[in-house]
């Protein structure tokens, strides 16, 4: 099984999406409802579908994970505590307790970081998209409900970011500035292929119920389309104006 579906495409910008796939493989046995892949859990709702809808309108490539982050969670690093969740938002991940942590980041981990690195490589693209999507809600009740419709998330790198947020919030969308997750906390994929390179990125988060059917999704492809091409033009304008 390929670690990465690939979508290819001719533009400068790179649409990446860690939480594609619920996909469990056939030999790992999570110990768990099967109910409980459909959740936001197992999958980033929507955001296979956005970043697909995304790539076709700009033309532009993409790679979209093909195992479930119940299996390994791909946007952390390989030492973090939660690469192979045991619990996730109150559920219990009974089949992870003696999971083989080297043998799953050499089969899934490693594999999908070396796609990206090679495209990054051969492509250079001028913007980095980094697709994810979140529940309204945590199960757990330990926070409270969140009122985004997006966030944008990023650590130290905030070239992109900062017209990203100040867009959608012209655009009455209500958008959460490293929410609802810190990119200084939360950025695995993005600090090692995107500001480790030097390379602006958009970490966007979604809120599911917003692109659970075709019609959000088209919303948002649009939405994200009209973004993408707004940063990606005031990146270019920097630049020009820097030389």
């Not at 009740?141 to 905030?158: F, K, M």
């Not at 019609?215 to 033009?233: F, P, S």
Request: hydrophobic share 45%; proline share 7%.
């Amino acid at each position: 099984m390929s670690v990465a579906e690939r979508i290819a495409g001719a533009g400068d910008v790179l649409i990446l999406c860690d939480h594609a796939s619920n996909h469990v493989p056939e030999d790992i046995d999570l110990g768990i409802d099967p109910a409980l892949l459909v959740k936001h859990i197992a999958i980033d709702i929507g955001a296979a579908a956005v970043s697909r809808g995304l790539a076709e309108r700009l033309g532009a490539p993409a790679l979209l994970a093909t195992v479930s982050r119940l299996v390994i969670d791909l946007n952390r690093e390989v030492d973090a505590p939660g690469l192979i969740p045991h619990v996730s938002d109150g559920h219990a991940i009974p089949g992870n307790a003696g999971a083989d942590r080297v043998e799953r980041i050499a089969r899934f981990h490693a594999p999908y970081h070396r796609a990206i690195a090679a495209q990054v490589r051969a492509q250079r693209p001028a913007l980095i998209v980094s697709v994810h999507s979140f529940t309204p809600a945590l199960e757990t009740g330990i926070a409270a409900p969140r009122p985004w419709e997006a966030g944008v998330l990023y650590n130290r790198d905030a070239r992109a970011a900062r017209p990203a947020i100040d867009w959608l919030g012209a655009q009455g969308i209500p958008t959460g500035d490293n929410e609802p997750y810190s990119g200084r906390i939360l950025n695995a994929t993005m600090n090692r292929h995107a500001e480790a390179t030097g390379i602006p990125y958009l970490g966007i988060e979604i809120r599911n119920d917003h692109i659970s059917d075709p019609a959000g999704v088209t919303r948002w492809c649009e939405i994200l389309t009209n973004l993408v091409t707004i940063v990606r033009d005031h990146l270019a304008q920097g630049r020009a104006a820097a030389t």
